[in-house]
């Protein structure tokens, strides 16, 4: 190779190693990147439910190890509660409001209707494992209700032949189980309501309250159970739910 030539290769070179240099990116001292978008795409496992409750309508309702996540179709409404501290939060995206509430004050969503005053008469019951069951795919626990229990007094609303399908196969914080009977109108043990059926008139058959239509697994981005932080702060949850005409109804009852 003569001198002109290997002058002109020898630029070249020296060109091409300069404009990678420049256009390579670059990462902060002791960065990762390699580490930092595996971070970025952690998500986590879920079970999630397609339901349909009596008082609460369609229901999609997604359940982690250690958060929980349900948002109803009929009023648009969204609840989320998670570890560590386990606060409620409300939200509606239509209106952009959210209440919040500690998990152990929390009396249950408007989203369920009268739950807080129908759901404590379950609790006046004994409850009869009777078995499993393949419900939605998943193995379910069966039980049929019994009789009132020693000292307890008759419910106000009538119920009998009852009975509630639950799920115990997936390992959650007890939280977890506590928002989930909380949200349902079902008895207060199993792990993860699916299904309660039970006739309130000795001459109506048994009416459904709780149906699950779906259930499959999926893992999730875990901001799904975040609750946003620019919607407007409310006092009452019926806030959540309903305009200024229905609040004090609302209030009025749950009362």
């Known amino acids: ?78 609840i989320v509660s998670k570890a560590p501290d386990w606060t409620v939060y409300v939200f509606n995206d239509k209106r952009h409001v959210v209440f919040s509430a500690p998990l152990a004050k929390w009396q249950g969503g408007n989203v369920q209707g009268l739950a807080k005053y129908f759901g404590h008469v379950w609790d006046s019951y004994e409850w009869v494992k009777s078995g499993t069951q393949n419900y939605s795919g998943l193995k379910a626990n069966k039980f049929k209700q019994g009789k009132l229990k020693k000292g307890e007094p008759v419910p106000d609303k009538i119920a009998m032949d009852g009975e509630y399908l639950c799920y115990d196969e997936m390992a959650q914080d007890p939280h977890v189980v506590t928002f989930l009977h909380k949200l349902h109108i079902v008895p207060e043990f199993g792990s993860i309501p699916l299904f309660i059926r039970a006739k309130h008139s000795k001459f109506d058959p048994p009416k459904i309250g709780l149906e699950t239509t779906k259930a499959y697994k999926e893992k999730v981005d875990p901001a799904i159970f975040a609750a946003p932080s620019t919607y407007k702060s409310v006092r009452l949850e019926n806030d959540i739910y309903s305009d200024e005409n229905m609040q004090g109804l609302l209030e009025d009852i749950n009362n």
């Open 1 to 78: 190779m003569d001198g002109s030539r290997y002058l002109f290769w020898s630029f070249a070179t020296c060109i091409l190693a300069l404009h990678v240099f420049i256009s390579a990116p670059t990462f902060a001292k002791n960065a990762q990147p390699s580490s930092l978008a595996k971070a970025n795409s952690v998500k986590v496992a879920c079970l999630i439910l397609e339901q349909d409750n009596n008082y609460g309508g369609e229901e999609r309702i997604w359940v982690a190890p250690n958060a929980v996540r349900a948002f109803s179709k009929r009023n648009n409404v969204t």
